[in-house]
């Protein structure tokens, strides 16, 4: 079945970098792109960029753009979210999801990354 | 790109109707077929339930309907059941081609 399997959670400093994979199972890599949202505790859902899986072209929200990078590595059906200069305000949920004409389906299970000192 | 503007919360008592409304501009909601609504249950990752403005994917209940009129699209759920209890969210692409949620609702089935 179509699924999507994030790294596992991760602890940084204010200032690091954090990188989250997406490995991609059950369908052709290249046919979807694959999308990032965040979600702070208790908060809504934030859509943050994406990926053309299959020439590598992004689009990033403004509110991220020049903090976060998404690449891919098709050899192993991987996408990667990298978001730089941490703040404790990027402490959130970040799910990556699959998409077909607009639909966001599946989602990954989350990865939690906790932004402290 | 500010968030499309959903009510906080809504209620509704098991086999009733509720509707969430999501509204956004002629750059969004009005300007493109492409809307979707997401159900989150606590912990949980999103779930598509609509896509299409009013298209339910394979295995969703037909109990969830959407719609859109102008800016404003809108979720129904009728004959509510206590599993529906959960955030929904609404999502739109844009004309910047890049996609936005809204605020998020909170349905609770007293």
């Known amino acids: 079945q179509v699924q999507l399997v994030q790294s596992g959670a991760e602890v940084k400093k204010p200032g690091a970098s954090v990188k989250v994979s997406c490995k991609a199972s059950?369908?052709?890599?290249?046919?979807?792109?694959i999308h990032w949202v965040r979600q702070a505790p208790g908060q809504r859902l934030e859509w943050m960029g994406w990926i053309n899986t299959g020439n590598g072209d992004t689009k990033y929200s403004q509110r991220f753009q020049g903090r976060v990078t998404i690449t891919r590595d098709t050899s192993a059906s991987t996408a990667y979210m990298e978001l730089s200069s941490l703040r404790s305000e990027d402490t959130a949920i970040y799910y990556c999801t699959r998409e077909h004409r607009i639909r966001l389906d599946p989602w990954g299970q989350g990865t939690l990354v906790t932004v402290s000192s | 790109q500010s968030a499309l503007t959903q009510p906080a919360s809504v209620s509704g008592s098991p086999g009733q109707s509720i509707t969430i409304s999501c509204t956004g501009t002629?750059?969004?909601?009005?300007?493109?077929?492409?809307v979707s609504w997401y159900q989150q249950h606590p912990g949980k990752a999103p779930k598509l339930i609509i896509y299409d403005v009013s298209d339910r994917p394979s295995g969703v209940s037909n109990r969830f309907s959407g719609s859109k009129s102008g800016n404003t699209a809108s979720l129904t759920i009728s004959g509510l059941q206590a599993e529906d209890e959960a955030d929904y969210y609404c999502n739109s692409y844009t004309s910047s081609t890049t996609l936005v949620f809204g605020g998020g609702t909170k349905l609770t089935v007293v």
């Open positions: 059950g369908y052709s890599f290249t046919n979807y792109a």
């Open positions: 002629s750059s969004d909601v009005g300007g493109y077929t492409y």
